[in-house]
């Protein structure tokens, strides 16, 4: 097969030899050394720009699995709360009005947190870097809102929900709605 251009960004792709890792992908080779396979190789995305939409839109935003074990906690502990309420900025995912609490689960990856989850792609990375420092901005921005309006926040990571230290994550929760 011939080379051919990609659509997005103009480059000349190659496919790769039988005799490599990825062999049969359309890439994007470095043009001095195109006759070797080096590590220099871009992988260009295989997916339809459909298939890969209706990928993205499966990630949920509520009822998350970490959002549902912190509501299966707090319910079994015999805390009621109201969900997403939209008149609040950020829509906390539990809101207990009568404590004036609310409480949010971030993802680490979507919110940068700083464990292993939280990494950021190398690939189309200021894209990323940007999107995902804009999540931050604006989830501490939301959170300066909260607490301007006399609400008290607390953030549950999902990685303290997967994390094998349940007890301790259910002791940080119930310190924070009963105090």
């Given at each position: 097969?011939?080379?051919?251009?990609?659509?997005?960004?103009?480059?000349?792709?190659?496919?790769?030899p039988?005799?490599?890792p990825?062999?049969?992908?359309?890439?994007?080779?470095?043009?001095?050394?195109?006759?070797?396979?080096?590590?220099?190789?871009?992988?260009?995305?295989?997916?339809?720009?459909?298939r890969?939409?209706?990928?993205?839109?499966?990630?949920?935003?509520?009822?998350?699995q970490?959002?549902?074990?912190?509501?299966?906690?707090?319910?079994?502990?015999?805390?009621?709360?109201?969900?997403?309420?939209?008149?609040?900025?950020?829509?906390?995912?539990?809101?207990?009005?009568?404590?004036?609490?609310?409480?949010?689960?971030?993802?680490?990856?979507?919110?940068?947190?700083?464990?292993?989850?939280?990494?950021?792609?190398?690939?189309?990375?200021?894209?990323?870097?940007?999107?995902?420092?804009?999540?931050?901005?604006?989830?501490?921005e939301?959170?300066?809102?909260?607490?301007?309006?006399?609400?008290q926040?607390?953030?549950?990571?999902?990685?303290?929900?997967?994390?094998?230290?349940?007890?301790?994550?259910?002791?940080?929760?119930?310190?924070?709605?009963?105090?």
């Amino acid at each position: 097969m011939s080379p051919r251009q990609d659509r997005i960004t103009g480059a000349t792709l190659s496919l790769i030899p039988n005799s490599f890792p990825l062999a049969g992908q359309w890439a994007v080779l470095n043009a001095r050394q195109e006759h070797r396979f080096l590590a220099a190789v871009q992988v260009i995305d295989q997916m339809s720009p459909d298939r890969r939409s209706a990928l993205m839109s499966r990630i949920r935003a509520t009822n998350t699995q970490p959002e549902m074990a912190v509501r299966r906690m707090l319910h079994g502990l015999g805390y009621r709360y109201i969900l997403h309420v939209k008149r609040l900025p950020g829509r906390p995912d539990l809101v207990f009005p009568s404590r004036h609490k609310v409480i949010f689960i971030y993802g680490c990856f979507w919110h940068g947190h700083s464990c292993g989850r939280g990494f950021r792609p190398k690939t189309n990375g200021t894209f990323w870097a940007e999107k995902l420092d804009r999540n931050k901005e604006r989830d501490e921005e939301q959170i300066r809102e909260l607490k301007g309006l006399g609400w008290q926040v607390l953030t549950v990571w999902e990685c303290e929900v997967r994390g094998y230290e349940m007890s301790r994550l259910e002791q940080r929760l119930v310190g924070f709605l009963d105090t």
